[in-house]
């Protein structure tokens, strides 16, 4: 039953003599989740169903939106004030009269299915046929404009506010989960920020390696503390996290272009299990972040915050739409770009912290595979003449270096899954190879702080064969990269003294007096 707030002030005033102001109902009403207009993201969602049963001539009296009826209406009146904004500033704005708002919902049925059509063919024809991605450059419109008192009230039970299980519109899902909405507003996200970033994506290739990069330095002190909470070493972690955060606004500035993929694999509640609340406060602060230095309902934002509210335990949501983002990067830029490369490289590491390691192995395996294969396409390429469109190509292609690189970090994972697999003899010889690549490939820069986490991994691989004097050596190799990178101070190096102490206290005793100097 819809009825005006008046309306029921007055009915629970004279039958159940019950008085309060419309302050303490729009309290309740808050608290029992009941609102008088859909949010924003659930508007475009609803007229993108109702688009799409238009298209296949599906009845949409039996839409429903948490068990309720559809409300036409109000979708409609989204749709015309996103038009109106479309169509320019000197569009007419202005309310439909009271009159015209309290019309049934057939009436509205019928004009939203124009409606929403219309606007479903403008974005498609806004989309470019080299790309696929749009040019509009508003990822997601501005909310509805308020109504007034007189709009109605859904009057519904506390136990009927879950919404109904349907299917995810968007990517293949693992195991529908029951907050499907949600689900349904994280991947409306994802898709329309990588359409309409997929072509600047495409053009990055160093971009995504630099060390000074400020998104990079941000995941790198969140993974970093995440990897000491899971090693019981909080006191190294939480120091990290506050820098971390402290560069979230300068991050969001540049407009990161994994930012979505990096917040489904490292704030994924698979990789967060040891300490939960580290995952749902760093969701609700750069949910904050990101609506104060973007906007509200940037996706960004939304996901974040959408996330951070969300039921996903099982990491569900966070494996669904990062498959969503691997298929439509290979699609538009094929398996050998950089970023497609983070894309899969993020899906294994989630699938091995979720101890799923026959299917990690699968994936681990086809990235390396893949970046052989890029590898050698890049090699045969370059062996070509050097005419001017080899020279236009070779400018548009990532260097050599980063493919070289990208495939040694595709052994890495796969060296992690074996370990995992506890088939230690292989991850050990596959780990020696590793270890020698990135000898040639860097030279007398050798060790990178990549190759000194491998030398780090020979020595857990030495010490789970009871190979102590292997495991002290590869360790005592580490610890003076780490030391040459990073320096002394640094948590990272600290963290390689202290396991190299408790593996070697006799040796320990006559170096750590050399170390802290």
């Known amino acids: 039953m819809d009825l005006p707030l008046r309306e029921v002030q007055r009915i629970m005033e004279t039958d159940y003599h019950f008085k309060a102001t419309k302050r303490m109902y729009n309290t309740r009403f808050k608290q029992w989740n009941i609102c008088k207009n859909y949010k924003a993201e659930e508007k475009e969602l609803l007229a993108a169903r109702i688009a799409r049963a238009h298209l296949e001539n599906h009845s949409l009296e039996n839409l429903t939106f948490k068990d309720r009826p559809l409300k036409f209406d109000r979708v409609l009146r989204h749709c015309k004030t996103r038009r109106r904004a479309q169509n320019g500033p000197n569009s007419t704005r202005g309310r439909a009269p009271a009159s015209k708002r309290n019309n049934t919902n057939c009436a509205a049925m019928r004009e939203i299915q124009g409606e929403v059509f219309l606007g479903t063919a403008s974005v498609q024809a806004r989309i470019t046929p080299e790309s696929g991605t749009t040019t509009t450059p508003d990822l997601t419109p501005p909310s509805s404009e308020p109504v007034d008192g007189a709009d109605t009230f859904d009057i519904i039970n506390h136990a009927d506010l879950s919404p109904k299980p349907e299917p995810p519109i968007l990517a293949r899902p693992l195991s529908p989960p029951e907050k499907n909405m949600e689900v349904e507003v994280i991947l409306y996200q994802t898709r329309i920020y990588y359409q309409n970033h997929v072509e ?39 120091p990290l996290l506050n820098e971390a955060c402290t560069s ?38 750069l949910a904050d972040m990101a ?62 912290r979720d101890a799923r390691l026959d299917a990690a192995k699968q994936l681990a395996e086809e990235l390396v595979i893949s970046m052989e294969q890029a590898l050698v396409r890049q090699c045969a390429h370059d062996d070509d003449d050097d005419d001017n469109n080899n020279k236009q190509r070779k400018k548009k292609e990532k260097p050599t270096c980063i493919s070289v690189t990208e495939l040694c970090v595709a052994m890495t994972e796969l060296v992690h899954v074996y370990m995992d697999r506890r088939e230690y003899l292989v991850a050990q010889r596959l780990c020696q190879s590793l270890i020698q690549n990135y000898r040639v490939v860097q030279g007398p820069a050798f060790p990178d702080s990549r190759a000194a986490y491998a030398l780090e991994d020979m020595a857990e691989l030495c010490q789970c064969q009871t190979n102590l004097d292997g ?32 593996l070697s206290p006799c040796a320990d005793s006559a170096d750590s007096a050399d170390f802290l100097r």
């Open 291 to 352: 609506a104060i230095k973007l906007r509200p309902t940037h996706p960004f934002a939304v996901v974040c915050r959408t996330l951070a509210r969300g039921d996903d335990e099982q990491g569900a949501v966070s494996e669904t739409a990062m498959n969503l983002t691997l298929d439509l990067f290979a699609e538009s830029l094929g398996r050998g770009h950089s970023g497609t490369f983070a894309v899969h490289r993020s899906l294994v590491s989630l699938m091995r």
């Open 200 to 238: 600047r994506i495409g053009q990055q290739t160093t971009e995504m390696y630099k060390v000074s990069g400020k998104a990079r330095a941000f995941w790198s002190g969140v993974k970093s503390a995440i990897y000491f909470l899971k090693k019981q070493s909080p006191a190294f972690a939480w």
């Open 248 to 285: 979230a606004g300068e991050m969001l500035d540049d407009g990161p272009a994994l930012f979505l993929n990096e917040v489904f694999a490292v704030l994924s509640p698979v990789n967060t299990k040891v300490y939960p609340k580290v995952r749902s406060t760093l969701l609700r602060y």
């Open 471 to 502: 495991a002290v050596y590869w360790l005592t190799e580490a610890l003076d990269a780490s030391t040459a990178l990073r320096g002394k101070e640094d948590p990272s190096t600290k963290h390689i003294h202290e396991k190299l102490a408790r």
